[in-house]
């Protein structure tokens, strides 16, 4: 049977002889690939301005809508919590954010169950320009017009950004989804 087509024992995801999933792997990409993007905001340079989107929250956005089905509604009490470990926001601001776009993302799924990827990217770009004017708003600062319009740059990169973050998402999920060799 091989030689007629040698593609007969493999799936997308590859050989199927002798091969599962990672039960580990599929498990833990989701949310170490979230606690590193959060991490990530950390090494850059530091300006005057906010110019590092919200790697974090765009990477839980990513992957809420790439893969609906995959992290639970709760996910964001627990990866909120580490956000604002490192994130700089008043403590719970991101528990609290996390949490309530989960749920805005699930009633989104359950009213649109079939969405194109430009539906998906104006989501992400609307939950995340709330997510970035609240901050501004909650963060403890006196909210200015010459503090809004410095907002902006890092508005229009965190929308820009989520298209190759839906990417890295979908190839990561390959990755979590590839089939390892058993012992």
């Known amino acids: 049977m091989e030689r007629n087509d040698p593609r007969a024992r493999s799936d997308a995801y590859g050989s199927r002889i002798n091969r599962s999933h990672s039960?580990?792997?599929?498990?833990?990409?989701?949310?170490?690939?979230?606690?590193?993007?959060?991490?990530?905001?950390?090494?850059?340079?530091?300006?005057?301005?906010?110019?590092?989107?919200?790697l974090g929250f765009l990477m839980l956005v990513g992957w809420r809508l790439v893969r609906p089905g995959l992290l639970p509604i709760w996910a964001?009490?627990?990866?909120?919590?580490?956000?604002d470990l490192y994130s700089g926001q008043p403590f719970g601001f991101a528990i609290?954010?996390?949490?309530?776009?989960?749920?805005?993302?699930?009633?989104?799924?359950?009213?649109?169950?079939?969405?194109?990827?430009?539906?998906?990217?104006?989501?992400a770009g609307i939950l995340t320009v709330s997510y970035l004017l609240l901050?501004?708003?909650?963060?403890?600062?006196?909210?200015?017009?010459?503090?809004?319009?410095?907002?902006?740059?890092?508005?229009?990169?965190s929308i820009l950004l989520f298209p190759i973050l839906a990417r890295i998402v979908a190839r990561l999920d390959e990755l979590r989804l590839k089939r390892w060799k058993r012992v």
């Open 135 to 157: 901050g501004w708003i909650l963060s403890g600062a006196s909210p200015s017009i010459p503090s809004l319009v410095a907002l902006v740059p890092q508005l229009i990169l």
């Open 76 to 83: 964001g009490f627990p990866l909120g919590l580490f956000d």
């Open 23 to 54: 039960p580990f792997l599929a498990n833990v990409i989701p949310w170490a690939s979230i606690m590193l993007a959060s991490l990530l905001p950390i090494f850059a340079i530091a300006a005057a301005l906010p110019m590092v989107p919200p």
């Open 96 to 123: 609290l954010l996390w949490s309530v776009t989960m749920l805005v993302i699930e009633a989104i799924e359950l009213r649109l169950p079939w969405r194109a990827f430009w539906q998906d990217w104006f989501t």
